[in-house]
């Protein structure tokens, strides 16, 4: 259990479909993150969330739309997406603000999505 | 804005032998540094970080990475690599008011019996 959880480890999903990905993290973090790992590609940063607020938002497609209703629960939520989507999505979050020995980020085991 | 390079995409060892995982960072203050390991599949999990004092620093699995300011590097060890160490490795700096994460491309080891 590394405090960061993701739900569901795998989703398969049709280009017609909507699905959401859920993040919950137990560490009592600010900070939330999603990033996209494509193979052979490298870890691309999508959104960040400070406090609730989204702080950053990579160019990323509307059809992922992301959502952090309180500080420990983050949610994407995906619409007609696209073959090329298919990647592993990873949800880390950290405690921003101080800097302390303890910062840095605790990642989920992700959530291995396939479009078809 | 801070950067890592990870000069090596894809490194061979044979178990038992060492192991060293180059990583360059770009920052004009001192950086915070980290090195973390992904297996196939699976999320990414901390190794070690440095952020002051000792420029050595040991992290689980009997890993250790030496900081060295004048090289701008965080060279990533290990003196004998099991084949369970086969995996990607993922060099990365935190710098300014932003706590954001850098990461460099990864490096994939490869673990020969």
């Known amino acids: 259990e590394t405090g960061v959880t993701q739900t569901p480890r795998h989703l398969v999903m049709g280009m017609t479909n909507k699905k959401s990905l859920k993040c919950e993290q137990h560490?009592?973090?600010?900070?939330m993150y999603w990033y996209k790992q494509s193979a052979k590609k490298p870890l691309e940063l999508m959104f960040v969330?400070?406090?609730?607020?989204?702080?950053e938002n990579n160019s990323v497609p509307s059809r992922f739309s992301p959502e952090c209703p309180n500080s420990s629960h983050l949610f994407l939520h995906l619409h007609t997406l696209q073959p090329e989507d298919s990647a592993l999505y990873l949800c880390a979050s950290s405690q921003v603000g101080i800097r302390t020995d303890n910062y840095g980020y605790t990642f989920g085991s992700g959530t291995r999505l396939t479009v078809v | 804005a801070q950067s890592v390079t990870q000069p090596d995409i894809h490194i061979t060892v044979s178990e038992g032998a060492s192991l060293e995982l180059r990583c360059n960072y770009s920052y004009g203050a001192t950086p915070y540094l980290f090195w973390y390991v992904q297996s196939p599949g699976q999320g990414l999990q901390l190794l070690l970080k440095?952020?002051?004092?000792?420029?050595l620093v040991q992290g689980i699995k009997g890993f250790e990475a030496e900081f060295k300011r004048s090289q701008s590097s965080f060279n990533l060890r290990k003196p004998s690599v099991h084949w369970s160490d086969a995996a990607e490795y993922f060099c990365?700096?935190?710098?300014?008011?932003?706590?954001?994460?850098?990461f460099g491309k990864g490096t994939l080891l490869t673990v020969n019996p």
């Open positions: 969330y400070n406090f609730k607020e989204q702080t």
């Open positions: 990365a700096v935190v710098g300014g008011s932003n706590y954001k994460l850098t």
């Open positions: 560490l009592g973090h600010n900070a």
């Open positions: 440095y952020f002051s004092g000792d420029t």
